[in-house]
């Protein structure tokens, strides 16, 4: 079975501070992790993604993930915020395209200026 | 510029009438998901479908929805007949099945029911 914990349900930040979100998986085998962002009113769409190649993840729009398989997470971060990083992250796991991805319950991330 | 396509955007309804969404998958994408998104429930998945079979819809309310893929090109999700508590935000999103489980993201049906 798969699952996925996200820690907070809001988060917080000021313009230019480091974004941490976080994400804790469950996999009775290796999974395959991703983060996607939603915007107000629209679809999901893919951030990044761990397929095993490397632990440290880069995607889109400067945020990256680091794959912990001692710590079961896929924490989200970005080093410095910005004003159109505020939307809701949604981390999911996979046991492969045999299976639905199960989502997490997601993150709104706020920006103050 | 290959993309999951929806309609309608938005559905007005009133109870007791059907609703049907449809879906147009990526081209060449062999699975289909149908979710749907609420404030209280989140992200859930509803059913999906390989290669236009159906191999889990075990998230569907069985005696008011039903999915179906009539072609390789089209999905739809049927609401009959609707209540209010349908009321949420219809996602589809297609896949392969030979990949990593990565699903891509229509603009979503958003669906009220009065």
């Known amino acids: 079975a798969q699952s996925v914990t996200q820690l907070g349900s809001h988060v917080s930040v000021s313009e230019g501070a480091l974004v941490l979100l976080r994400c804790n998986y469950s996999?009775?085998?290796?999974?395959?992790l991703f983060w996607y962002v939603q915007y107000p009113n629209q679809g999901l769409q893919l951030l990044l993604k761990?397929?095993?190649?490397?632990?440290l993840v880069k995607g889109i729009n400067g945020f990256e993930a680091e794959f912990k398989k001692s710590e079961t997470s896929f924490h989200l971060t970005k080093p410095s915020a910005h004003m159109s990083d505020a939307a809701e992250y949604f981390c999911?796991?996979?046991?492969?395209?045999?299976?639905?991805?199960?989502f997490g319950s997601g993150t709104r991330l706020q920006v103050q200026p | 510029d290959a993309r999951v396509t929806q309609t309608p955007r938005h559905k007005v309804t009133e109870m007791g009438q059907e609703v049907t969404m449809r879906c147009q998958p990526i081209?060449?994408?062999?699975?289909v998901f149908w979710y749907r998104q609420t404030m209280m429930q989140g992200l859930e998945l509803l059913a999906y479908?390989?290669?236009?079979?159906?191999?889990?819809d075990s998230g569907m309310p069985k005696d008011r929805f039903s999915a179906e893929m009539p072609d390789a090109t089209l999905a739809t999700l049927k609401i009959q007949p609707s209540e209010p508590r349908d009321s949420a935000v219809y996602f589809c999103?297609?896949?392969?099945?030979?990949?990593?489980?990565?699903?891509?993201f229509g603009q979503g049906t958003r669906l009220t029911v009065v």
């Open positions: 996999s009775s085998v290796p999974p395959y």
């Open positions: 081209l060449g994408h062999n699975t």
């Open positions: 761990y397929t095993s190649a490397a632990t």
């Open positions: 999103a297609s896949g392969l099945a030979a990949g990593t489980g990565e699903a891509f």
């Open positions: 479908f390989r290669n236009r079979a159906p191999l889990d």
């Open positions: 999911a796991v996979s046991e492969g395209g045999r299976r639905a991805l199960t």
